[in-house]
């Protein structure tokens, strides 16, 4: 089955201590992308990667990095996680020359 | 600062009516609109696409009508369904060879049965 994987789900940590969130896709997609999602402000992208090794900063870079080592893994790394991170996260993929893209579940991060 | 737009945050219709929804943009380079839908839990899924170079696109119970003269796009769904309950994206970009999504804030739609 064609998916983006995210894990983990749910995730609830203390400011400061460094996490990383998985994104993983089986459809050999060259573009992945990272959003994040807030009451009133819809989906917004934090960085996003046309091919391996090649990143770039979206909408609200700040306080995020990714990595592009292999064609199927995305993640997203806070390395020093703050309360205004507290989000719903979302990994995405689709082939380069395309627009629709697929999401994965989501990741509920809750920093205290 | 937003470059799509919804308004009406929240729309409630009984089952069987029509749903209609509608996106403003400010952008006129953007040339390609998508509507996406999300249940809780979930991420947003792909529902139906427009280019700018058509007026119209139906799939089923749902259509997509641009407007480009007014920044203006709606989302049709036609009989309403229960299961059309969900969150409703709108989404714009252009064809820059990066095709970066703009996403609007989203509606709720609740389908009365």
């Known amino acids: 089955e064609a998916q983006v994987t995210q894990n983990p789900r749910y995730l609830i940590t203390v400011t400061g201590k460094k996490l990383t969130v998985t994104c993983s896709q089986n459809?050999?997609?060259?573009?992945m992308s990272w959003y994040r999602q807030d009451p009133g402000l819809g989906l917004r992208q934090i960085y996003y990667?046309?091919?391996?090794?090649?990143?770039d900063k979206g909408d609200v870079p700040e306080g995020y990095k990714v990595s592009r080592k292999e064609k199927r893994n995305f993640p997203l790394i806070l390395e020093s996680p703050s309360p205004n991170q507290t989000s719903l996260y979302f990994c995405?993929?689709?082939?380069?020359?395309?627009?629709?893209?697929?999401f994965g579940p989501g990741t509920r991060l809750t920093v205290t | 600062d937003q470059q799509v737009k919804q308004n009406s945050p929240s729309l409630s219709v009984q089952e069987g009516r029509i749903s209609i929804l509608n996106c403003d943009y400010t952008?006129?380079?953007?040339?390609?609109f998508l509507w996406y839908k999300k249940y809780p839990a979930e991420g947003p899924t792909f529902l139906i696409s427009?280019?700018?170079?058509?007026d119209k696109n139906e799939d089923g119970r749902f259509t997509v009508f641009l407007n480009k003269s007014a920044k203006h796009l709606s989302l049709h769904i036609v009989p309403s369904q229960p299961g059309d309950s969900a969150v409703y994206f709108c989404?714009?970009?252009?064809?820059?060879?990066?095709?970066?999504?703009?996403f609007g804030k989203g509606n709720q739609v609740v389908v009365i049965p």
């Open positions: 995405a993929s689709r082939r380069l020359a395309a627009y629709e893209q697929y």
């Open positions: 952008n006129s380079m953007f040339d390609y």
């Open positions: 459809m050999n997609h060259e573009y």
């Open positions: 427009i280019s700018s170079i058509k």
């Open positions: 989404a714009a970009t252009f064809s820059d060879g990066n095709n970066r999504l703009a």
């Open positions: 990667s046309m091919n391996v090794e090649v990143t």
